[in-house]
């Protein structure tokens, strides 16, 4: 052989096929077993190091000796928290589309926690699911790059917070939300409106507030800051902001919820005061869960289409592990404002 085919630099391997665990070590400086550890996801390797592998793999290649290992038959759906009927409609969603390919779904929940911890993404790595549906979760930058490395992809659904440029998503226009139900209240003569949010660092609650103050806005009406209540779209955050609310000088005479929730919260605040709704407060919930049409008065909604929203992502996620191209890497479905029983023009009018 050669000087020439002794030094040759692996872009001349790339030509042919990617490196192997061996050529990877070899060019890196490490052990055949940190190379095979950064391979297989596994958190036991200096940072510095998994960089370096990682960076190696993104420009060669990586060649597996051994027969790749065939994906499990199923899908992997993280909710950040699980409680109520949210979760249920985001699992029958995934559930139709699972069942038309002969798929199982395997649901996971991370505690109220946004981002997996460790535990959770050995653990998918090792049963490699189709793939990963993230639910009102996050994942960090080493994380996706786990998933990346070993082909499981991976859909988020209603983000909590703006994904990376190049992850999948399916969400609902919030903003559009936000801004139709207060425009609906506006329409029926109300000018306190208040507003009781989801967390502040939560895309879809961020987005609804500004829906909120672009209606007012529009409508020529000042936003009174007293009347905007940061919550966490919870039943309790409903309860106690309208509380609230209600024991101001200048009471609010409607209030739109970060969700159906918060709605239910406020309908037990109000009562608490003797107040009748819609009579004296009128209440805007948020996704039309099930419930929403049997509350007393029934609730006047925005309809997040959930199970589409995550039929949509079970699809998308069943492209991506085909090897094929999403014709969009985000998707971003239509919210409707649904009029029931829970609003009226105030009492003063």
Aim: no cysteine.
């Amino acid at each position: 052989m050669s000087s020439t085919d002794e030094n040759a630099s692996p872009d001349a391997d790339r030509e042919d096929r990617p490196l192997t665990l061996a050529q990877l070590a070899d060019h890196a400086g490490v052990s055949i077993a940190t190379v095979s550890k950064v391979v297989n996801g596994r958190d036991s390797v200096a940072p510095e190091t998994r960089k370096l592998v990682e960076g190696l793999i993104r420009r060669y290649g990586y060649r597996r000796q051994k027969r790749p290992v065939k994906a499990a038959p199923l899908v992997d759906v993280v909710f950040h928290e699980l409680r109520g009927l949210y979760g249920i409609e985001i699992i029958n969603g995934v559930e139709a589309v699972a069942r038309r390919h002969h798929l199982r779904v395997v649901v996971s929940e991370l505690g109220g926690r946004r981002t997996p911890g460790r535990g959770w993404v050995e653990d998918v790595l090792t049963t490699r699911p189709i793939g990963v549906i993230a639910v009102f979760a996050e994942l960090t930058a080493d994380q996706h790059q786990q998933f990346r490395s070993r082909g499981i992809p991976l859909v988020f659904v209603d983000p909590a917070d703006d994904p990376e440029p190049e992850s999948a998503s399916v969400g609902a226009n919030n903003w559009s939300g936000g801004l139709a139900a207060t425009r609906h209240l506006l329409g029926l003569g109300h000018r306190r409106i208040a507003v009781i949010t989801g967390p502040e660092h939560v895309l879809s609650a961020r987005a609804r507030l500004d829906g909120y103050r672009a209606a007012l806005d529009l409508a020529g009406v000042p936003v009174d800051p007293a009347l905007v209540r940061i919550g966490d779209y919870q039943i309790a955050d409903g309860l106690h902001h309208t509380r609230e609310l209600l024991r101001l000088s200048d009471p609010p005479t409607a209030i739109v919820a970060g969700n159906d929730g918060e709605a239910l919260g406020a309908y037990q605040a109000a009562a608490e005061a003797g107040l009748r709704i819609p009579d004296d407060l009128s209440v805007v919930g948020y996704d039309d869960l099930p419930m929403a049409e049997w509350t007393i008065p029934p609730l006047t909604t925005i309809r997040q289409p959930l199970r589409e929203m995550a039929s949509s992502a079970a699809e998308m996620l069943l492209t991506l592990a085909h090897g094929e191209p999403l014709p969009h890497q985000r998707v971003e479905l239509a919210t409707e404002l649904i009029v029931r029983g829970s609003t009226a023009p105030p009492s003063h009018l």
